[in-house]
């Protein structure tokens, strides 16, 4: 459960988010609206990256400011350029790192790296150089790496933007098996088919909460 | 797409030897350079290091992609070298840096950066009496691997913005966006690290 409750946020004298109150339970949450509307910076508050300039955001009863680091072992974030979150030269590695610094004894991480490889199709590349994975595939092992860690919630922000359609229906498959709490931003609206509510924001404010179609409209409705 | 430094899968002798043996190994050989004076040195050295690289059976292209970034730089201080001290002085002083660069990516290719990173932490514990963090050192020197490819894209990222725009060889068209690239792709990596709880 995500609560938001009163949360306002800025950066410097400029507004980004405004009075936002919502309680999110839902199994799969989107969240649309245009460039600088607020939504990166929303999910960013969901992991505690970002704290509110004012308000509270809880995840199952955590607080973001005051339980910052249980908050992130719960909530895993998957960002739009899955380059800039690849920390490890190996894809194997990488997709360990997470549990390494969780100190998990070496035979259960090998185990749980192995899972995570062959979960997301990996399995064949677990000793290439990340770079040289195609678009999908980093995004695919970005996605290994926060899942193997086992979140509560994934909180993913544009992780299609980069890709092509295949890869993005790729990435929009894996993520609707998921047993997570997945609270996706996105720009391709045909990825929210199927989710149980959809966010709209425009300019710092959520303009609309509804189920996807009534959303969208909406959404399309803004942008003219 | 670099492959410069980076863990290459194997199973020879020196992919099996501990990390931190072939790191004071190595450290060792750095320590030893300034022992070198002469040319000849230099060729024994040059033998045995081949014969290391034999042992661990790289594939050539890979060795070769080791010294290609350094190649203008050693062109010009050979240049330096034959003008200021003669031509034995620049073999010496070229040869030896070009031997430490071939040595340390032998290191970093027969060794998984995990294993790099674990044997490091072990060997800064002691520094935890002057409050430095092992594991952060280790951090840093992952993410320093990790990172030369990623310097490597974003170079060609940005000469072939400037081709694109029918731009020549200037130095500063080119360093200017590939330094803005990098810092913000170090903004976006410690937002990440940040992200998968590192900071906590």
């Known amino acids: 459960m995500i609560e938001v409750a009163g949360v306002s946020h800025r950066y410097g004298s400029r507004p980004v988010l405004v009075d936002l109150d919502l309680r999110l339970s839902e199994h799969r949450v989107g969240v649309v609206g245009a460039n600088g509307s607020g939504k990166s910076t929303f999910a960013r508050l969901v992991n505690g990256l970002v704290l509110p300039t004012s308000g509270r955001v809880r995840v199952d009863g955590l607080d973001t400011r005051r339980d910052g680091r249980e908050v992130r072992r719960r909530v895993g974030f998957c960002f739009t350029d899955p380059d800039a979150q690849i920390v490890m030269p190996t894809v194997a590695e990488d997709v360990g790192f997470g549990l390494r610094r969780r100190g998990l004894p070496k035979q259960e991480l090998r185990q749980r790296v192995d899972g995570a490889l062959a979960a997301y199709g990996l399995a064949g590349h677990a000793d290439h150089p990340a770079h040289l994975l195609s678009g999908g595939q980093k995004q695919l092992l970005a996605l290994a790496s926060v899942l193997v860690t086992q979140p509560a919630v994934l909180v993913m922000d544009e992780p299609t933007t980069l890709l092509d359609l295949r890869n993005a229906r790729l990435i929009s498959s894996v993520v609707a098996g998921l047993p997570q709490q997945v609270l996706l931003v996105t720009h391709h609206l045909e990825l929210l088919d199927g989710f149980d509510r959809v966010l709209v924001f425009d300019e710092g404010r959520l303009v609309a909460d509804d189920e996807p179609a009534a959303a969208v409209r909406h959404y399309r409705g803004l942008m003219g | ?200």
Not at chain 2, 90 to 119: H, I, K, M, P
């Open chain 2, 1 to 200: 797409m670099s492959t410069l430094g980076l863990f290459q899968p194997g199973t020879s002798v020196l992919h099996r030897l501990p990390a931190g043996l072939k790191l004071l190994a190595l450290v060792a050989a750095g320590v030893g350079s300034v022992l070198v004076e002469r040319p000849w040195q230099v060729l024994v050295a040059a033998a045995l290091l081949g014969a290391f690289y034999a042992l661990a059976r790289l594939p050539p292209r890979v060795v070769v992609a080791q010294v290609r970034p350094v190649l203008w730089i050693a062109t010009l201080t050979f240049l330096v070298q034959l003008v200021v001290s003669g031509w034995q002085r620049a073999v010496v002083v070229v040869g030896v840096l070009g031997l430490l660069v071939l040595a340390a990516a032998l290191v970093t290719l027969t060794t998984r950066t995990t294993d790099l990173v674990d044997a490091v932490v072990t060997g800064c514990r002691p520094l935890r009496l002057l409050r430095v963090d092992p594991e952060r050192v280790g951090l840093v020197i992952a993410l320093g691997i990790r990172s030369v490819p990623v310097v490597v894209g974003l170079a060609e990222q940005v000469r072939d913005a400037q081709r694109a725009r029918g731009l020549g060889a200037s130095p500063r068209a080119f360093a200017v966006p590939l330094v803005v690239r990098a810092l913000r792709h170090a903004d976006a990596l410690g937002e990440a690290l940040a992200a998968r709880g590192v900071d906590d």
